[in-house]
């Protein structure tokens, strides 16, 4: 092997460690912190956050965000300050609000419905809650339904955000988890 092919498969193999490859419509990376006041991560084409001022989600438009999926319960937006859809409309940004949480639950229907809705857009998405938790929930859930990630892999990418689970820690070892 030459050096110059061996160095591109080097940087190759390294890139592989942080960024998966694209399985659909969206590139997908290891979240990382973008913006800690509303824990704002990025993974590839998809945003996880918690819940965006009117400030912050007009940066995200002008970044290409085209589709945001509000994942809040209607109590909880009962208690914001702007009308978060009407903001949207005028960016022609679209918007999914799916209930999720609190008296709603947490219902398979919630991300069949999110997946649609992203397989008819191009650019990026936002998935925002409250604090980023759900949002992360989700984005794994549709990962492994839409994407065809295993659930192992979306538990690695959705612990680089706001997936945590003390009882993974307390076992001491690797866990892994099947589909029924």
Known sequence: M????????????LLSTTTFAQKGNFAVNEPVMI???YS???AGDIFLAGQPTQENLDSLVKIGVTLVVNLRTKSEMDLLNFDEAKVLKKSNVQYLHISMGGDDGYKAEAIERMGKKMKSVEGKVLIHCRGAGRATYAWMAWLVNFEK???D???????????YVPFF????????????
């Open 2 to 13: 030459t050096d110059k092919t061996f160095t591109l498969f080097l940087a190759i193999v």
């Open 35 to 37: 913006d800690n006041s």
């Open 40 to 42: 704002l991560y990025q």
């Open 149 to 151: 990630y295993s659930i």
């Open 153 to 163: 892999e979306a538990i690695a990418l959705g612990s680089k955000a706001r997936f």
């Open 169 to 180: 820690d307390l076992l001491g070892y690797p866990v892994t988890i099947k589909k029924k």
